[in-house]
């Protein structure tokens, strides 16, 4: 019994293992269904995705074929539009392409004549320049034999002419640059001198249609020059304009053409340059072996500068800067001595005021005033010896009264009165004061030397 019921039990055992074993078996099979039911639906998923997706890519490609097919027929349109527009330009440029090739003929006769032409004008052009050299020679011939001025010369100084005229020009294009203007202005005048100059090298003077053209264009010159350096006090300065310039370039060419073609005769009084003047005097022994030319040139500029020289006299007086040009038989007659030459004129009254009973005297120069001079000079001894008798008591009107007051008050110089602290009052005795009111210094070699200076 207990055999029976222990096999039962084995039996049972058995049963339930297997029962376990069924289950674990049918739950595995059933996760394996499972897993394979969740990937059939995730498959189905994806299939309807996929067929989802398949319907809207052929709308959108649809549409996008259908859309691209709408532009590429608007497309074709437009090009069918450019297509008879260029149909329509290679017609027009057939036929500009037909015109061109009519003028490229027409042109080629027109080469072929002007060629002709050209070679028929080459010809003419090389007989006149054998003519105009002909011309030139006999030109220059011409200007030899008469003593005038050679061709070369007139042919530099229009060279000249034509570099004032472009430098004139040139004012206009220098924008603000006043200083710069001013410059060019100077440079503009410098060249002009050279024009100048070079007829007094050639013995020849202004001529006076020349000087006349000269003249206007400086005045054009210092009206620009005054207002780029700035002298607003001058009524007549102004800016460069066009009206100026044309107005220079007219002169400039009158200028050339007579200096191109004008006979200039010969100055009868030779013309010098200073150094040449200088060797004359060397020459001559006016000068000393150390005197230097540099002396020479800043005293003539002096005398110059001082206007101590005639008009049309001893130096040239020139429109232009340059060289000092003078008069070679004027200072071949000249007795050149500075030290009286540069206080020629300055006073041309040398005066004896004075009262003889105190013998107070007063010697002094003056150049036209007498009068109000003696005036002065009575006042200023009246206030000293109110009781004298003051008196004018001589009067030497002489060109060289300046240096002639100078020799005097040398001369009487140890004579000055204490009282009136000046170097032109003097006392002296009879016999002294003889020398100037009874012309005792007509016997004074020296007195007289500077006495009858002239020049």
């Known amino acids: 019994m207990s055999d ?31 897993l394979e039911i969740e990937k059939k639906e995730e498959i ?87 003519r105009i050299k002909e011309l030139k020679e006999k030109l220059e011939y011409c200007y030899n034999n008469n003593g005038n001025l050679s061709l070369s010369i007139r042919e530099n100084m229009c060279d000249i002419l034509k570099q004032v005229n472009e430098m004139c020009h040139s004012l206009k294009l220098m924008g603000r640059a006043r200083i710069r203007r001013a410059n060019t202005i100077v440079k503009i005048k410098n060249k002009l001198g050279e024009y100048e100059t070079l007829f007094y090298i050639n013995n020849r003077l202004l001529d006076p249609e020349i000087k006349g053209f000269c003249m206007k264009i400086n005045t054009i010159l210092n009206d620009w020059g005054d207002y780029y350096r700035g002298y607003n006090w001058s009524e007549t300065a102004k800016a460069v304009e066009d009206q100026e310039l044309y107005q220079i370039a007219e002169l400039s060419n009158s200028l050339k053409y007579i200096t191109l073609y004008k006979v200039f005769d010969s100055n009868p009084n030779p013309i010098m340059h200073i150094d040449n003047v200088y060797e004359l005097f060397i020459n001559k022994f006016v000068f000393l072996a150390d005197y230097r030319l540099s002396r020479f040139r800043k ?59 105190t013998q107070i005297y007063k010697v002094g120069v003056t150049f036209s005033s007498l009068s109000r001079r003696f005036i002065e000079a009575e006042e200023a001894y009246r206030f000293r010896f109110p009781n004298g008798t003051f008196k004018k008591l001589k009067v030497i009107s002489n060109n060289n009264a300046f240096k002639l007051e100078l020799y005097v008050k040398k001369k009487f110089i140890n004579k000055r009165h204490s009282l009136f602290q000046s170097t032109e009052w003097f006392s002296l005795q009879d016999n002294e004061v003889s020398y100037l009111l009874n012309e005792g210094y007509l016997q004074d070699e020296e007195f007289m030397k500077i006495y009858n200076y002239y020049f």
């Open 4 to 34: 029976v019921i222990q096999g039962l039990y084995h039996r049972i055992f058995e049963l339930e293992l297997m029962l376990e074993i069924e289950k674990w078996e049918r739950t595995e099979v059933e996760k394996k269904l499972n």
């Open 299 to 357: 005293e003539v500029e002096f005398l110059v500068e001082n206007e101590k020289f005639e008009n049309d006299m001893f130096i040239i007086s020139r429109i232009y800067p340059g060289d000092i040009f003078c008069y070679e038989n004027d200072f071949r007659n000249l007795d050149y001595n500075f030290t009286l030459m540069k206080t020629y004129k300055k006073a041309k009254i040398l005066y004896v005021f004075g009262d003889q009973s």
């Open 44 to 130: 189905e998923k994806l299939l309807q995705f996929d067929r989802d997706v398949t319907n809207k890519l052929d709308v959108y490609y649809v549409e996008l074929i259908e859309s691209m097919l709408e532009e590429a027929k608007h497309q074709k349109e437009i090009l069918k539009e450019q297509c008879c527009k260029l149909e329509d330009k290679v017609i027009h440029l057939n036929k500009q392409l037909y015109i061109a090739e009519q003028k490229k003929e027409s042109y080629l006769r027109s080469y072929q004549e002007c060629f002709q032409e050209r070679h028929i004008l080459k010809c003419d052009v090389y007989q006149n320049n054998i």
